[in-house]
């Protein structure tokens, strides 16, 4: 299977020119834009090729998660790597100016609560946002879990199997911290929990 269309490594241009050619380039996919600020070629690429919609591997293709480290929304820091190890990881990408972002944030928001039992956590990457109008959104979408900043695309640009030009993205990561499922484009009810589900169910 073939890997992912290269990431540019152009960070001279500026943001907004970066990412209005985001925004052209995934406008058919019906998500949204966002730049590669921190871009640069992969040691290894994904083991498929990314395209709008919900994909599962196998678990020989999987790896690691990533070292992803920051501060949340709150001030708090956090390492993604320790919220792995005890159920699965749903990792969701977005931000505040993107629209299939909020269109989705209902579904996660629910998905989150009625899963908590489950050992199935959640987290939030906030791409290239003001804090203002990052907590403004999170506070009208009813989502309680952690958000990590990523205001350069640094965080996102190591998530080797979610594009760094299209939001919303979302990735699961199963109980031995391995890169497990992904979805491409804004999560639906269903969709979301199948594939938890059928993470979570794995031995």
């Avoid at 952690?146 to 350069?152: C, E, I, V």
């Amino acid at each position: 299977m073939g890997g992912l269309p290269a990431r540019s490594g152009n960070s001279a241009l500026p943001r907004r020119v970066r990412l209005v050619a985001g925004l052209i380039g995934i406008a058919l996919a019906c998500s949204c834009g966002t730049a590669a600020v921190h871009a640069g070629n992969r040691a290894t690429p994904p083991p498929a090729a990314a395209g709008v919609g919900a994909q599962l591997f196998s678990q020989s293709q999987r790896r690691p998660l990533p070292q992803i480290a920051g501060s949340t929304l709150s001030g708090q820091p956090l390492t993604l790597r320790s919220l792995t190890g005890r159920g699965v990881l749903v990792i969701n990408v977005w931000a505040s100016w993107c629209a299939p972002c909020r269109d989705e944030s209902a579904a996660l928001a629910a998905i989150a609560k009625s899963t908590a039992a489950d050992a199935v956590r959640f987290v939030g990457i906030d791409e290239q946002d003001t804090p203002g109008a990052a907590r403004k959104f999170v506070a009208s979408t009813g989502t309680t879990y952690p958000q990590l900043t990523d205001p350069a695309g640094t965080n996102l640009n190591k998530l080797s199997l979610l594009p760094s030009m299209a939001i919303p993205s979302t990735l699961l990561v199963d109980k031995r911290g391995m890169m497990a499922a992904r979805i491409v484009g804004p999560v639906t009810t269903t969709k979301l929990e199948k594939l938890i589900a059928q993470v979570a169910s794995e031995s």
